[in-house]
């Protein structure tokens, strides 16, 4: 079995064991199967031979059974992928050790939905095939919506349908897009394949108009999952009701696979669509960066304005993606992986605070420094990397991405033009203002100032005073923690390695843009040149009723 097989059906086989162990033992096998997972793709990683050229490898065909629809169980990785792949191997054993406390009821049910979830958010990264890529994209709703009814919140099950509904109807259109392209290849060459390269091959061959809906339909489908406005409202509640590891789950792999789907199918396969929509898709991006840094500012939910800064921070990401050159794509995937970390940490954090105080509201609980120092060390850390300090994670990717937007304006040396510009930049980047002023306001409320507590009901009490709820983080916390501050940290020091390992993957999905962009302007300069011939005739004086 290879080592890419391995990293998916390790956490499939834990979920199977689970369902017939203890509740004591199902803990441990959830932890073992994720860090075999885990141990999987590094190795794979230290063997991986295309860092620097952009290619897949290997791509395994795996079992012909379904050759007759054209569909193969085929498999791969490019740098792009793998490091999101890695990200959630990353992820999820530090989401098991931190559930060991916070989930106490139906406990094996809970650690075999998490582990199917995290396998089939690693296919739908690994897939090379556009049906497998679907299965896995699709199937991560049914444990998702499962973690969030059973486990979450007084409103799980609203917050676990609206998630559902919004994210299988969009991804109807996905499907239909996909299976469009591959009826196309089919006519034009006799066979069905739902190979991403085939199909991607195929579509950029369709006329302008037919790119045009294919890449709408394709990025409506990618639109839900990022989530983009007016497309995000399911997110926030989601968040709010789910588990802790459900939110950092979701936050820091599930909305991955939108930007991940328009960098590997909405962008590549239709130019002329991508070029044409550009700018509403980056009109989009610049209102929920905006929108939500605004609502960020009247919240007093803890987990809810984490939620709402995701909404902010991937527009962000959306907008450096679309200004269609490298720099803004070294970004914007530089900047999935930094948002996966950061704001996956700050969920823990909250998570922890939750679960001793059973509030994640603002006004009545602050000033937790006092009582909680080594939780707030870790709090000011996350923050400080999720506004983009200098010297954390997050600061390359929203500096690309900024700079990829600025620099969209001009025919530059890279040979990729766009047609953003600072214009666009400019608001991005007073979004980030505002982002940076929301969360420090945050930090000022519940880490500084005077020690504000709730009302602790009789648990609580009891737990206290059996010893049992430490007032600060205990040993496992800090070890769930300090993984991620370490990454953070050295990612901020350390960038280049990944960058260097991301630019040819940026470079070969943006291949087909420059020749559209420039027709476009073309086309655009073309009609603003008749409308001004038209309007030059209309002024010429008439004589004996002839023009």
């Not at 098991?96 to 075999?112: P, Q």
């Not at 609206?162 to 897009?177: E, I």
């Not at 990829?404 to 991005?428: K, M």
Request: aromatic letters at 10%; glycine letters at 8%; charged letters at 10%.
């Amino acid at each position: 079995m290879s080592l890419i097989w391995t990293s998916i059906l390790m956490p499939v086989i834990g979920a199977a064991l689970v369902a017939v162990a203890s509740v004591r033992l199902s803990k441990w096998i959830s932890l073992l199967a994720t860090l075999g997972s885990l141990a999987a793709l590094t190795l794979f990683a230290f063997e991986f031979p295309a860092w620097n050229n952009g290619q897949y490898h290997p791509v395994e065909a795996g079992p012909a059974w379904l050759d007759a629809a054209g569909i193969r169980l085929s498999v791969g990785f490019d740098t792009v992928s793998l490091l999101l792949a890695l990200l959630t191997a990353f992820l999820m054993p530090l989401c098991i050790i931190g559930s060991y406390t916070a989930v106490t009821e139906r406990v094996k049910e809970y650690y075999g939905w998490f582990l199917l979830l995290g396998a089939s958010i690693i296919l739908a990264f690994a897939a090379r095939d556009a049906i497998l890529f679907y299965v896995g994209y699709e199937f991560t709703l049914v444990p998702m919506t499962i973690l969030i009814a059973v486990y979450g919140g007084t409103e799980r099950r609203v917050a676990a349908i609206k998630m559902f509904l919004y994210t299988f109807l969009g991804s109807m259109f996905m499907l239909a897009a996909i299976i469009y392209v591959a009826w196309e290849h089919r006519v034009s060459s006799g066979a069905w394949t739902f190979d991403i390269d085939a199909l991607t091959a195929t579509a950029v061959r369709l006329p302008a108009s037919a790119q045009y809906w294919l890449f709408a339909s394709l990025m409506i489908g990618f639109a839900v999952k990022v989530p983009l406005f007016p497309l995000h409202t399911w997110l926030p509640l989601a968040h709010d009701q789910a588990p802790t590891a459900g939110s950092v789950i979701l936050a820091s792999a599930m909305l991955k696979l939108g930007t991940y789907g328009n960098y590997r199918f909405a962008l590549p396969m239709a130019p002329a669509g991508g070029a044409e929509l550009m700018v509403v898709v980056a009109v989009l991006s610049i209102v929920a960066i905006i929108y939500a840094s605004l609502i960020c500012w009247v919240q007093t939910d803890a987990k809810k304005l984490i939620a709402y800064s995701s909404v902010a921070h991937l527009g962000l990401c959306m907008l450096g993606l679309f200004a269609l050159n490298p720099v803004g794509a070294e970004g914007a995937v530089f900047y999935m992986v930094n948002h996966g970390l950061s704001t996956g940490a700050l969920f823990l954090c909250i998570g922890m605070f939750y679960e001793r105080y059973h509030t994640k509201d603002t006004d009545v609980l602050g000033g937790l420094a006092k009582k909680m120092p080594v939780w707030a060390t870790f709090m000011v850390l996350f923050t400080l990397a999720s506004i983009g300090l200098p010297g954390l994670n997050g600061f390359i990717g929203e500096f690309l991405c900024l700079g990829g937007t600025f620099i969209a304006e001009h025919d530059g040396q890279s040979g990729y033009p766009g047609v953003l510009g600072p214009r666009f930049a400019v608001i991005a980047g007073l979004g980030l203002i505002l982002a940076a002023m929301y969360l420090l306001i945050l930090l000022g409320k519940i880490v500084w100032g005077p020690l504000r507590e709730p009302h602790h009901d009789a648990a609580h009490d009891h737990a206290a005073a059996q010893g049992t709820l430490p007032s600060d983080l205990s040993a496992r916390e800090i070890l769930v923690l300090t993984p991620l501050a370490v990454a953070c940290i050295w990612l901020g020091v350390q960038p280049q390695p990944m960058l260097k390992a991301i630019e040819p993957c940026a470079t070969r999905m943006l291949a087909k843009y420059p020749d559209e962009v420039r027709q476009l302007k073309e086309r655009e300069a073309q009609m603003a040149a008749d409308a001004a011939d038209a309007s030059n005739l209309a002024q010429l004086p008439q004589h004996g009723g002839v023009r």
